[in-house]
Nanobody
Framework: QARLVESGGGSVQAGGSLRLSCIASSGGSYSSRCMGWFRQAPGKEREGIAFIHTGGSGSGIYYADSVQGRFTISQDNDKTSVYLQMNTLNPDDTAMYYC?????????????????????????WGQGTQVTVSS
């Protein structure tokens, strides 16, 4: 199974932007799966924030309320990478950001609201990239 490697984290001031990348190493493909991003701030539970299903042209997109309208998830055509464009960052966005993918092909149920945002659905994880937003 290919690993997931995140990059793009860093330190920015409030109002700034960052773009996170998640690449499947060794050329692995994650077709027909949900892939996306969790984040975990110190002392808080891990939160699912943005996901996309790689089986179609950007289907199954889910955003947490905390990032809706500010973050945009996208994928590349060969299903090996997903990206998270983060705009209008604020100190509450400070966290370790983790990329995750379904271990096996995943079918989104109708009317389910898109990819799930719960950790138990994701069996492949990256090591994380730190995002720090200063006020």
């Amino acid at each position: 199974q290919a690993r997931l490697v995140e990059s793009g984290g860093g330190s920015v001031q409030a109002g700034g932007s960052l773009r996170l990348s998640c690449i499947a190493s060794s050329g692995g493909s994650y077709s027909s799966r949900c892939m996306g991003w969790f984040r975990q701030a110190p002392g808080k539970e891990r939160e699912g924030i943005a996901f996309i299903h790689t089986g179609g042209s950007g289907s199954g997109i889910y955003y947490a309320d905390s990032v809706q309208g500010r973050f945009t998830i996208s994928q590349d055509n060969d299903k090996t990478s997903v990206y998270l464009q983060m705009n209008t960052l604020n100190p509450d966005d400070t966290a370790m950001y983790y990329c995750a993918a379904n271990l096996r092909p995943f079918t989104i149920r109708p009317n389910s609201g898109g990819c799930p945002a719960y950790q138990q659905y994701y069996g492949v994880w990256g090591q994380g990239t730190q995002v720090t937003v200063s006020s």
